[in-house]
């Protein structure tokens, strides 16, 4: 029988009839201890837990129990199976049944959770129950559920999720290269050039300083001398490629440097007094690089249950066969071989040694597997990738950006394709026959000149979609256009216009080409125009975020390679330092930053396409999750625990109608819906079946292969959900280097500075 219904409202009135058939003390639900006391804060799951307790209108008590999801086409539709347990407010005890669902989904990355509305609810089963009442039923258990309360949290889910069933849509052109690679035992930096260096002098003072990297680089001319900002040292070199040394006392025109904030970081070095700390060893590059730096000697630990050994005294992702055999390298998702550190170095992804996918999930290193070909935790990454952010736009109000050319526009045919891009501008501007349509911060415009006037776009020509991975213009290929209507259009944006690219079966950061960037000398200041590049920051995969967080200090100090200053060709001025560039943002997720206009969209939850657009004119597809956060409402009245595989106390909610919610608690998490209709739990290691209002054992291996996997899923779930919170919490990166910050990582083997 099918109805319209909430996913969550199936699974509350299921965990309410469950919670009912018997206290918390009867052996009936199971043998676990006594639920815990309500949690706090710090320690409730991001989505509020499972199972769920509600008092309905006509006050009937329904608990919905955890819903096991069977599949998640497209991440967009979600089809999944509940337990529920309903009472009437006049009967004495509870009717348990299973609930089919398919319900739209949502997806908030920076609350990692996922929203199921509208639902559909396919079928119900409750054998106790005349079938002309289960319209009733489902009617009732819907209104019950509060609309933000429909959400599950998105590790649930992942762990749900059959990941043979993840096709990746490698993209064949995604490059790997092998970057130079530096290598240091000793404290050294890497100053990334993008390009030959871009000097842009200083209004009234002798120095100049260089725009395109994101170093502290100065040079004054008339004693042809460089030097270099290493956080509170400086380091000076007759050549800017070296080599190096401490600089002493620094020429009096750095006291002179201008007082508009662009140079406060510089400014608080000058002052400072004492030894000189030794000079680091400096590596420069005039294309993206990336450096390998140990502490010291290598120091090998042994991987359990492979031939593989861990090198521990290291920020960067390192393994190596044996003791002497090759070295693994991972840097922006690729694995690079050596047989020495110091190379030379070749792409060995698709050809891994089997014992990296045999790395523990409790290894201090274990996101590494992300990066491992056919692993879950690959296919899970790729699964994120897929996953869209979208934003609806309104087309009468929203104001595009402005538009500005060094001298009149110029276009560069893209190879291939029947478009150009502008080149000499900081926006992504793309010609298509007469028209001209801009994608900017995930949003397409139209105008019909170069210059403008600019409108929201309904749709974008297909020509925009075959620019190839070659092109700098490739990211606007994610941005498409969903749907639209007089007022308003929906845009969706895809991981690659951020810079996360699906190729060799896993998610990696860039596409491996490097653009050059766009510079011109027509005025005072030079113009610099930056791209993505894939290397130059230690890029690595944060499987906290679904997105890549980028190297350590030794970078440099202000994010990523190659841009550090940007000019602003309205006021023909340079800002510096202002945003960080590359993979970075709250709690190290991929950032929608546009290194060309430096637009750094963020919010307080963390980095997205849409964040830095007001909410007035651009809705952000997840805006739903600020008000579905229930996890401590002040009110106390939707607090919630889960325990083991998803069991525990479920605080009843009041009603809409404002009856007095009781506390209804469960002895068990352990209930599930079979395949089949039946309600099913874990007793003493054996599966059982309720069977009108008694349990008995189960004896055929059927239903319970499936119920296995289900049971699995929701324990690695919940397990996984509490780790968010830890890897959340935790005021060190080091919890972001393992899929289990709670148990593996410890000094020195987690995350990264940042």
């Known amino acids: 029988m099918e109805h319209r219904h909430s996913p969550l409202s199936r699974a509350i009135a299921l965990a309410t009839a469950l919670a009912l058939i018997a206290p918390s003390t009867s052996p009936a639900l199971g043998a676990q201890a006594a639920p815990p006391p309500a949690p706090t804060s710090s320690s409730t799951p991001i989505d509020g837990g499972w199972p769920r307790a509600y008092i309905s209108r006509a006050g009937a008590h329904i608990v919905i129990y955890q819903p096991q999801v069977a599949s998640w086409d497209g991440r967009e539709k979600m089809v999944a199976y509940a337990a529920v347990s309903y009472q009437p407010a006049n009967a004495d005890k509870p009717t348990l049944g299973t609930i089919s669902i398919e319900a739209a989904t949502d997806v908030s990355f920076e609350d990692r959770l996922v929203k199921f509305a509208p639902l559909k609810i396919t079928q119900a089963n409750f054998a106790s129950l005349p079938r002309e009442h289960l319209r009733d039923l489902i009617t009732e258990i819907d209104a019950s559920i509060p609309e933000n309360e429909r959400v599950i949290g998105l590790d649930r889910v992942l762990a749900s999720v059959d990941k043979s069933q993840i096709l990746p849509k490698n993209n064949a052109r995604v490059k790997a290269d092998p970057p130079q690679i530096f290598y240091s035992t000793k404290p050294a930096v890497l100053v990334n050039f993008d390009g030959d260096p871009v000097w842009s002098p200083i209004k009234d003072n002798d120095l100049k300083f260089a725009v395109n ?65 030794a000079a680091p060893k400096v590596f420069v590059s005039t294309q993206p690089a990336e450096l390998l730096l140990l502490r010291g000697e290598p120091v090998y630990e042994a991987v359990p249950r492979t031939q593989l050994f861990w090198v521990s005294n ?102 291939g394709t029947l478009t150009a891009r502008a080149v000499n501008t900081d926006k992504d501007i793309i010609k298509v026959g007469d028209l001209y349509y801009m994608c900017f911060q995930g949003v397409w415009f139209m105008g019909r000149s170069a210059t403008g006037p600019w409108e929201v776009a309904s749709s974008v020509p297909g020509a925009i979609y075959e620019i190839p991975v070659s092109s700098p213009a490739h990211s606007v290929t994610y941005v498409t256009v969903d749907n639209s209507d007089d007022e308003w259009v929906t845009f969706a944006a895809a991981a690659g216009y951020t810079g996360m690219m699906v190729a060799w079966g896993c998610a990696v950061w860039g596409t491996g080409w490097y653009y050059p960037p766009y510079v011109w000398y027509g005025g005072f200041y030079p113009v610099y125009y930056p791209f993505y590049p894939t290397y130059g920051y230690g890029a690595w995969y944060n499987p906290w975020t679904g997105g890549y967080g980028r190297g350590a200090a030794w970078y440099g100090p202000y994010g990523g390679a190659g841009v550090y200053a940007r000019y602003n060709p309205r006021t023909g001025t ?77 605080i009843t909610r009041n009603g809409p109608g404002g009856n007095n919610g009781g506390i209804a608690r469960t002895g068990s998490g352990d209930i599930y819906a079979g395949r089949d209709g039946n309600v099913y739990r874990r007793q003493d290691g054996s599966w059982q079946k309720y069977d009108n209002g008694n349990w008995g054992n189960v004896n055929t291996p059927s239903p319970t292969q499936q119920l296995d996997r289900d049971r699995a899923a929701r324990t690695e779930g919940a397990t996984r959900t509490r780790d968010y919170g830890t890897a959340r919490s935790s005021s060190s990166s080091r919890a972001t280097g393992s899929y289990r910050p709670s148990g593996g990582a410890r000094a020195g083997g987690g995350g990264r500075r940042r």
Do not use: C, M
């Not at 998702?333 to 170095?345: E, H, K, N, Q, T």
């Open 213 to 277: 990297t994101n170093w502290d680089v100065f040079q004054l001319e008339q004693t042809h001398t460089y030097y270099l900002r290493n956080e509170t040292r400086w380091l000076k070199a007759s050549d800017v490629k070296g080599p190096w040394s401490s600089a002493g006392s620094l020429p009096d025109s750095f006291s002179k440097l201008p007082d508009d904030g662009n140079w406060a970081d510089v400014k608080k070095t000058l002052a400072r007094k004492g030894a000189a700390a």
């Open 314 to 415: 290291t920020e960067s992702d390192v393994f190596r066969l044996g003791r002497n055999g090759p070295v693994y390298f991972l840097v922006s998702g690729r694995w690079f071989s050596a047989l020495s550190f110091d190379g030379p170095w070749s792409f060995v992804t698709p050809t891994l040694a089997p014992d990296f996918k045999r790395i523990s999930l409790e290894h201090p290193r274990s996101r590494v597997l992300a990066s491992v070909p056919g692993t879950p935790q690959a296919a899970e990454a790729v699964l994120l990738a897929q996953v869209p952010q979208t934003a609806r736009v309104n087309r009468k109000t929203l104001q595009a950006p402005d538009v500005a050319y060094q001298g009149d526009p110029v276009f560069d045919p893209i190879e």
């Open 574 to 650: 340079y800002a510096r330092g202002a945003v960080a560039y590359g993979p970075y943002g709250a709690r190290g997720a991929a950032a929608a930053y546009n290194p060309r206009t430096g637009t750094y969209a963020r919010t307080s939850q963390g980095a997205g396409v849409y964040g830095s657009w007001g909410s007035t004119s651009v809705q952000r597809g997840n805006q739903w999750a600020q008000t579905a956060r229930v996890t401590n409402r002040a009110t106390g009245t939707t607090t919630r625990v889960t325990t083991g595989s998803g069991g525990g106390a479920a």
